[in-house]
């Protein structure tokens, strides 16, 4: 759902399960995608990329899928863990234009 | 391992004095952001560098805020007067600037206008 000030949408699963963090951007001429977390206090760290050529993209226990067509990005933690508790938000930009950040999930793994 | 530097890592300030924030990006880093972040909101960026010029600074409120990079090095990021509203988290990122790369954040700077 949409966030509103301090209201953020949060999805809460068990420790060892997948997770799935959805973004829906709003640039049709965007071609780079971030996804960054964000731990309380802290700034956004970066986690995986993928540039607008790719659908697909996988890291470490962490996979990005970009679809184009409805210009929705979406992040996987695979196995998730305590310490993946955080705000996830993902960012777009176009050629060297401006880096911009969409609205933030929170994430809550329990153990 | 390399990381962009911020200070202060908190600020209390009364409102309508003047603060300012300073930011140290990565070595050779061409691209320095300054973005506010409003508790449970996404980054907002202020002001793009480009070594020392500025590159966007349209969401900059000119009549309070400042931001140079003279050396195309460090960063410094004032407001004066200081408004109850600016109370928020400023970060500061840099790139290698050949566009579609990542941006590095710093901790931020939590400032608190009373």
């Known amino acids: 759902g949409e966030s509103v000030g301090l209201h953020l949408p949060t999805l809460s699963v068990q420790e060892g399960d997948n997770s799935i963090i959805n973004c829906a951007y709003s640039?049709?001429?965007?071609?780079?995608f971030i996804w960054y977390k964000q731990e309380s206090g802290k700034g956004p760290q970066f986690i995986i990329d993928?540039?607008?050529?790719?659908d697909k993209r996988q890291g470490q226990r962490v996979t990005v899928l970009l679809n184009k067509t409805v210009k929705h990005l979406s992040l996987q933690i695979a196995a998730t863990q305590p310490g993946d508790s955080a705000v996830y938000f993902c960012?777009?930009?176009?050629?060297?234009?401006?880096?911009?950040f969409g609205k933030g999930t929170m994430l809550l793994v329990s153990p | 391992e390399a990381e962009v530097a911020q200070s202060p890592r908190y600020k209390i300030t009364e409102k309508s004095q003047a603060v300012a924030f300073w930011c140290d990006p990565i070595?050779?880093?061409?691209?320095l952001y300054w973005y506010r972040q409003i508790l449970g909101q996404g980054p907002e960026l202020l002001v793009q560098?480009?070594?020392?010029?500025?590159?966007?600074d349209s969401q900059l409120p000119k009549d309070r805020f400042s931001a140079e990079r003279l050396k195309g090095v460090d960063s410094t990021l004032k407001i004066q007067p200081a408004e109850l509203g600016d109370s928020a988290m400023y970060l500061c990122?840099?790139?290698?600037?050949?566009?579609?790369?990542?941006?590095?954040f710093g901790q931020g700077t939590r400032l608190t206008v009373v």
């Open positions: 960012a777009e930009n176009q050629g060297y234009s401006t880096l911009t």
């Open positions: 990122a840099s790139s290698q600037g050949r566009g579609r790369d990542e941006a590095f």
């Open positions: 993928i540039r607008s050529n790719m």
């Open positions: 640039n049709s001429a965007s071609d780079y």
């Open positions: 560098f480009q070594d020392e010029s500025v590159v966007d």
């Open positions: 070595s050779g880093h061409a691209t």
